[in-house]
C-alpha cells in the first residue's frame, strides 16, 4: 500500500512537470490606449483573444496614464480587443488583429483610436464633435505654451531687477506686457526695471496700470497692490514729487496693513536719499505708529531732525524737538544697532546722557 502511494505521488509529479514542459516560453505585451483626440485613455480593458475577439482569454486592466501591460502569455497570434467598463457583455470599443506574441519577448502594441481605420466609422457628426475638440485642445495648448513662457521671462525679470540688471528686465517686460497686457504681476516688475533705470514717468505709467489690474482681478493680491503703491510711492520720491509720494504709501499701507512699518520705513529711507528731512521725518512717525519696536524708523526720525540743529551764544549745540527722545530710542532698542556709533555722536555733541523717555507718536 505504501508502495503504491509512492508511485501514485511520483505519477503526480511527473505529470506537473510535463504540463509545465507542454505550455513552454511565455511572452508579454505593453502598450497604451489613447481616444480619437489623441488622449490617453485613463481606464478600461485591453484583452487577447485567440478567436476574432469572441472569447477574451487575457484581460489586462488600463491604468491612469492610459497605459498595460500583461505578462504570461502563450505565443501566438491574437485579436486585441479593447473595452470600457461601462460596455455590455459582448460589445466592444475597438479591436486590432494580427498582434504577435513572441517567447520570451515583450511586444509594444498600442490602441491608437485617431487612426484612419477607426475614425472613418465614425458618423460624420462624432467626427466633426473630435476635429472641434481637437482645434480647442490646440488652441488652450498654445495658450498654456504661452504662459510657460511668460512665467519663465518673469522669474528672469525678478531676479534681474534683484541683480540691478534693470535693462535686461525691462526688455522681458515690455515684450511680455505686449503679449499680456492683462498681466499685473508683469507690469509690476516692468515698472521696478523702469525705475531702476530712472525712466519714472515710464515707472509711474506701468505701477498704475499694475495698480489697475490687480483691483479688478477676481481674488486681488493686497501684496501685490501694496508693493505697486509703495514702488510708485517710491517713484514719485525719486522724481521730486514728495507731495505725491505720501499718499501713494498711506494706500499702500490700506491695501496691505500687515506691512505698513515697512512702507512707511521705506519712505523714509526714499527722503532721506533724496535730501527730503521734513518729509522723513514725518514718514518715520508714521511708521513708529505701526511699528513702535522697530528702531530703524527712530533713526531715521532723528536723522531727519538732526539737520534743523542749532548753536546757542555759548557754542552749544541745540537739537530740535524730538530728535534726541528718537535718538534714545534707538539706542534702546538696538544698543549695538549698525547706527549706533553715530546716534551716540550726536549725544554727545549734544551732552545727552543716553536714556530713553521716547513716547510714540499716536496715530
Known amino acids: 500500500m505504501k508502495l503504491r502511494s509512492l508511485l501514485s505521488l511520483g505519477a503526480a509529479a511527473l505529470l506537473s512537470v510535463a504540463m509545465a514542459s507542454a505550455q513552454g516560453p511565455t511572452g508579454k505585451i505593453h502598450g497604451r490606449v489613447t481616444d480619437p483626440t489623441g488622449v490617453p485613455k485613463n481606464i478600461g480593458t485591453v484583452s487577447l483573444s485567440s478567436d476574432g475577439g469572441h472569447t477574451l482569454k487575457y484581460n489586462f486592466p488600463v491604468n491612469a496614464s492610459g497605459d498595460f501591460t500583461g505578462d504570461n502569455i502563450p505565443p501566438g497570434t491574437y485579436t486585441l480587443v479593447f473595452r470600457t467598463p461601462d460596455m455590455p457583455e459582448g460589445k466592444i470599443a475597438d479591436q486590432i488583429e494580427g498582434v504577435k506574441i513572441v517567447a520570451g519577448e515583450d511586444t509594444a502594441q498600442d490602441d491608437d483610436l485617431s487612426r484612419k481605420e477607426y475614425i472613418d466609422k465614425m458618423t460624420p457628426e462624432q467626427k466633426k464633435q473630435i476635429e472641434e475638440f481637437k482645434k480647442k485642445n490646440a488652441e488652450v495648448t498654445k495658450v498654456n505654451q504661452v504662459i510657460k513662457n511668460l512665467n519663465a521671462d518673469l522669474a528672469e525679470a525678478r531676479t534681474a531687477n534683484h541683480d540691478k540688471k534693470y535693462d535686461v528686465a525691462e526688455t522681458l517686460m515690455l515684450k511680455d506686457t505686449g503679449l499680456k497686457p492683462d498681466g499685473e504681476l508683469l507690469w509690476y516688475e516692468l515698472g521696478l526695471a523702469q525705475m531702476g533705470l530712472k525712466k519714472y514717468d515710464d515707472a509711474a505709467t506701468s505701477l498704475k496700470k499694475t495698480i489697475e489690474l490687480a483691483a479688478a482681478s477676481k481674488k486681488p493680491s493686497p501684496e501685490l497692490i501694496g508693493g505697486?503703491?509703495?514702488?510708485?510711492?517710491?517713484?514719485?520720491?525719486?522724481?521730486?514729487?514728495?507731495?505725491?509720494?505720501?499718499?501713494?504709501?498711506?494706500?499702500?499701507?490700506?491695501?496691505?496693513?500687515?506691512?505698513?512699518?515697512?512702507?512707511?520705513?521705506?519712505?523714509?529711507?526714499?527722503?532721506?536719499?533724496?535730501?527730503?528731512?521734513?518729509?522723513?521725518?514725518?514718514?518715520?512717525?508714521?511708521?513708529?505708529?505701526?511699528?513702535?519696536?522697530?528702531?530703524?524708523?527712530?533713526?531715521?526720525?532723528?536723522?531727519?531732525?538732526?539737520?534743523?540743529?542749532?548753536?546757542?551764544a555759548k557754542g552749544n549745540y541745540i537739537a530740535p524737538p524730538g530728535c534726541i527722545e528718537a535718538y534714545q530710542k534707538y539706542l534702546e532698542l538696538a544698543p549695538t544697532g549698525p547706527y549706533a556709533n553715530d546716534v551716540k555722536a550726536v549725544l554727545e555733541a549734544t551732552k545727552t546722557q543716553v536714556t530713553s523717555k521716547y513716547k510714540a507718536p499716536k496715530k
Open 228 to 312: 505697486a503703491h509703495s514702488a510708485l510711492g517710491e517713484t514719485y520720491g525719486r522724481n521730486n514729487k514728495p507731495q505725491d509720494a505720501g499718499p501713494e504709501y498711506d494706500e499702500a499701507a490700506k491695501a496691505n496693513p500687515t506691512k505698513a512699518g515697512t512702507y512707511y520705513t521705506n519712505e523714509a529711507v526714499v527722503f532721506s536719499n533724496t535730501g527730503n528731512a521734513d518729509a522723513q521725518a514725518a514718514a518715520a512717525d508714521k511708521a513708529i505708529a505701526v511699528s513702535p519696536n522697530d528702531p530703524l524708523p527712530y533713526y531715521l526720525k532723528g536723522q531727519g531732525l538732526v539737520s534743523k540743529m542749532t548753536v546757542d
